[in-house]
Each structure stands twice: as C-alpha cells, then as structure tokens.
C-alpha cells in the first residue's frame, strides 16, 4: 500500500537499494519484463514505490540494474582458451553451465532468459552476452573465419541449452549431470567454433 510522503529523499535503510534489486530479479525472473511492476518489486523489497523510482528512475532502468551479468568473459576466455583447441566447445559448455549452478548467476540468468522470450528489453543483454561478449571473443582469438555466424550459432546451442534446463526444466535435461552434458553438447559448439 502507497503511503503519501513530504519532499526530500524517501526514507529507507542503507540497505533498501539491494533489497530492491535482489526482488527485481525474483520478480522478473519469476514474471518476465512485462509482468513485473515497480508496484509488486516494491511489495517484496518491502520498501514504498516512491523509493524504487528514487533509486533507479524508471522500470527499463531497474531491469538494467538488475540484469548485471554476474560473468566475466573478460576473466573467462582466457581460461577457456587454455588447454587443447579441440576442447574449447567443452570448456564453452563448462563454463556456462557451472556458472548456472551458482545462485546469483542462475537467478539472473534465468530472468535475462525470461525477459528475452517475453520481451525485447531482456533479448539483446543475453545474447549480447552470449554470442559478442563470450563467444565471438573466442572466435576473434582463435582467428576464425566467420566467427561472428559462428559465435552465433554457438550461442544459439548454448541458449537453447539454458533456455530448457534452467527456465523449462525440461525432463531429465534439468537434473543430467554437467559431465555428460558436456560430452554431448561440446562437440556441436566445438564444431560451429572450428569446422
């Protein structure tokens, strides 16, 4: 419920800004882009809505807050790069979903997923990331040709991947083990890379 207010800054504990993004991430990854409200992140940061906007403006501007990638290609390429060429599809495949298994990255992974299907605000962060960001990086290292299709092509697998593991949770696909995804996923994104 809006409570009225006098001028000045809203009140609010030296912690409400985390709080509010911690709850635009449940709500837009659990409603997408379209159904999540400055109203219902306000109501499960337990803050007024005055404080949200005072914080970060508008919802476009919260989403972008909140869709903060928590991966680091700049940290990761190189790592995946190390090692053996003909098993940087597997490391590709590695990295991301080890990364999914941690919390933070999972919750905003999966609404970055889920605003991309519902919307247009949440498509361009994830596959920013996934084809410019980590793929074609690769692809630029490794002196590929067409590496833009090819890192394309790759983030295509690897999203879809994501898309019905973590948002889907499509049948024994949500529980395999990451070992055995890579064995059979690496391959396919080593060759759109490489062949």
């Excluded at 508008?58 to 290609?73: C, I, S, W």
Aim: no cysteine; aromatic share 6%; proline share 4%.
């Amino acid at each position: 419920m809006a409570t009225s207010r006098g001028r000045g800054r809203p009140k609010g504990g030296s912690d409400s800004r985390m709080r509010i993004i911690a709850a635009a991430v449940e709500e837009f990854g659990e409603r997408g882009y379209e159904g999540a409200t400055i109203r219902s992140i306000a109501e499960r940061a337990g803050v007024d809505s005055a404080l949200v906007h005072h914080y970060f403006g508008t919802k476009a501007d919260l989403f972008a807050e909140a869709a903060g990638m928590p991966l680091r290609p700049d940290v990761a390429v190189p790592a995946i790069l190390a090692g053996p060429r003909d098993e940087v599809g597997a490391r590709v495949v590695r990295f991301v979903l080890e990364s999914f298994e941690r919390d933070e990255v999972r919750r905003r992974g999966v609404m970055l997923l889920r605003a991309a299907v519902g919307g247009k605000l949440g498509a361009p962060v994830l596959v920013g990331f996934l084809s410019r960001e980590l793929l074609s990086r690769i692809a630029a290292h490794l002196d590929v040709a067409d590496g833009e299709l090819r890192a394309s092509l790759a983030a295509s697998q690897i999203g879809g991947l994501l898309m019905t593991r973590y948002v889907l949770r499509l049948g024994v696909l949500a529980d395999a083990p990451i070992d055995e995804l890579v064995a059979r996923i690496g391959p396919t994104v080593q060759r759109y890379l490489f062949e």
